[in-house]
């Protein structure tokens, strides 16, 4: 996962990736720049970060044209991501550190689980 910090640099950093052995997923809160990453190659893979809970649930990641959302994990529950989910996005949470928390996460069925200790997150 490639976060996008600043604006202006969906180009530059989409050419350093190209030809990366794995898959990427550019992830951002500047939703104009997951747009702008999505025009310039409709098969990446994006993810438009969210720190709060909108009123509509899925607007912000189609808005953005985003693959998939990322949702904090104070604001993640089974309605937010089956919301994300009927809207066709996959959802990772962002970041869950505690045992207890991942495992409601898992139970909320989250595709994704970002996380400062990924040995405690189940494969």
């Known amino acids: 996962m490639l976060e996008l910090k600043v ?3 969906v180009d530059r950093v989409h050419e350093m990736a190209e030809g990366f ?3 990427v997923i550019y992830a951002s809160f500047h939703h104009d720049e997951v747009r702008r990453l999505r025009d310039r190659d409709p098969n990446a893979s994006t ?3 969210i720190h709060g809970a ?3 649930r899925a607007r912000f990641a189609l808005d953005a044209h985003a693959t998939h959302a990322g949702i904090h994990v104070e604001f993640a ?3 937010f991501v089956a919301a994300l989910h009927d809207a ?3 959802v990772f949470v962002y970041t869950a550190n505690e045992p207890a928390e991942i495992e409601r ?3 909320c069925g989250v595709d994704g689980i970002i996380s400062d200790y990924p040995d405690r ?3």
Do not use: E, H, Q
């Open 7 to 9: 604006t202006g640099i």
């Open 21 to 23: 052995p794995g898959s």
């Open 47 to 49: 993810l438009a970060l």
């Open 54 to 56: 909108p009123v509509d």
């Open 77 to 79: 529950n089974a309605t």
């Open 88 to 90: 066709g996005a996959k």
């Open 105 to 107: 996460l898992i139970a």
């Open 121 to 123: 997150v189940p494969r």
